[in-house]
């Protein structure tokens, strides 16, 4: 397969006739803890990978956007001047959302015309939709020869998403596409959005398996998640009014209030708090080189978000379920936002193939077809390089 990037520049120049003036890049990421904590202002560990989506790019001189996305032979165009929230449906929304938000906070746009191309998988949890909104920003914004804080852009593209796009995501994938670093996940307070990297060991894997499962119910069970946080938040404040979110909730505090919350609501917000926790102790388990430590809090992750909050899928417990069962997988967990996508196996390097063979095998057996398998490495954040010809 042609790289994502030559593919990109290759397209451009077939269309357009003259080499891009600028490229983009901004990667994909797996989130190794911390799901759906973000929302929550609480703690995420992701790392950006090296899968990312490419963006090939000239200013045009009026307010138009044309755009042709390579890997599906699809095109969209639009006007700068007439953005409005839900005005875009598909993947020309994200751009757009993009160009809407950076005007909105003072930056003046020039159009411009672009090809996309990636190798992030789409819909499999592995955020390419963030890849995509960052890619646009950080071209965007070179076009217009202006500058901002990468914690700024982050939370431009999550207004994008959030308002344009209308859809209620965190700010942990846009953060991992801006703040990845080569060999080191990124641990992220969502609360003040600092930021740790933290080394991830020479000698373990990641491997992902996408499910191929697409579900169309995951955009309305996430933002159905979110209310019922924010439910268990209201409940929460009659006893702890000094609460702000879950974040601020202990795993002692919500069992002495247990009593006072729906059952629902109290699994909800126990996921929550628990895997606030999982996060900061997967983190010194990865400081002191405690693999094992690290991966059973993997396990449990996952086991809370299939029972708790519940959004697994037999396909994702399969896989999980298969790669647990090989020796040198230290864990294993769905990652993302669930309903479908992918899981994540942290294993080690001599493991990999074994582990690869019984997802794909049992995974065969209980649904027919194949899941993707690949191993990621974390990798750095967006950049931009000007096309010097
Ligand atoms: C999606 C959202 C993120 C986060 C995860 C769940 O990827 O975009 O903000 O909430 O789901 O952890």
């Known amino acids: 397969m042609i790289h994502a990037e030559a593919r990109a520049i290759h397209v451009f120049r077939e269309r357009f ?18 799901e759906h904590t973000d929302y929550n202002d609480g703690f995420v560990l992701p790392i950006a990978i090296d899968r990312a989506v490419w963006v090939a790019a000239r200013p045009r001189p009026d307010r138009q956007a044309y755009l042709i996305a390579a890997d599906f032979g699809e095109e969209a165009g639009f006007s700068l001047d007439g953005l409005r929230p ?83 995501c965190g700010i942990m994938d846009q953060m991992a596409a801006l703040f990845g670093r080569r060999g080191h996940a990124l641990l992220i307070d969502c609360r003040s959005l600092e930021t740790r990297l933290i080394a991830i060991p020479e000698e373990v894997v990641v491997l992902v398996a996408d499910s191929g499962v697409r579900r169309e119910l995951a955009a309305s069970g996430y933002n159905e998640r979110r ?52 996060v900061l102790a997967a983190v010194a388990a990865l400081e002191r080189r405690d693999l094992l430590a690290f ?45 479908g996508g992918s899981i994540l196996a942290v294993v080690q390097r001599e493991a990999v193939q074994a582990a690869s063979e019984a997802m794909a095998r049992l995974y065969e057996a209980r649904f027919g077809r194949r899941p993707a398998l690949f191993a990621v490495a974390p990798d750095e954040g967006a950049t931009v390089h000007l096309h010097a010809i």
């Open 17 to 34: 006739g003259e080499p891009p003036s600028l490229r983009a890049r901004a990667p994909g990421r797996v989130n190794l803890i911390g």
């Open 295 to 339: 991966g059973e809090g993997l396990n449990a992750s996952h086991e809370s978000l299939r029972l708790d909050y519940e959004v697994s899928a037999p396909e994702l417990d399969t896989l999980v379920e298969a790669a647990r069962s090989v020796p040198g997988v230290y864990g294993a967990r769905l990652t993302g936002a669930g309903f």
């Open 227 to 278: 209310a019922q946080c924010e439910e268990a938040v209201r409940r929460l404040q009659r006893r702890y009014p000094g609460i702000r979110a879950l974040r601020d909730v202990s795993p002692a505090q919500l069992e002495e209030a247990r009593a006072e919350l729906p059952e629902l609501i109290y699994r909800r917000a126990r996921h929550v708090v628990t895997e606030n926790d999982r």
């Open 86 to 168: 839900g005005s875009l449906r598909g993947w020309a929304a994200y751009p757009a959302g993009v160009a809407w938000a950076l005007e909105r906070s003072g930056v003046h746009l020039p159009g411009l015309d672009a090809v996309i191309s990636g190798d992030v998988p789409i819909a499999s949890g592995l955020s390419s939709s963030a890849a995509l909104e960052v890619a646009f920003a950080v071209a965007w914004l070179t076009l217009s020869g202006r500058e901002m804080p990468r914690l700024e852009l982050a939370r431009l593209c999550q207004r994008a998403e959030n308002e344009f796009v209308g859809v209620r």
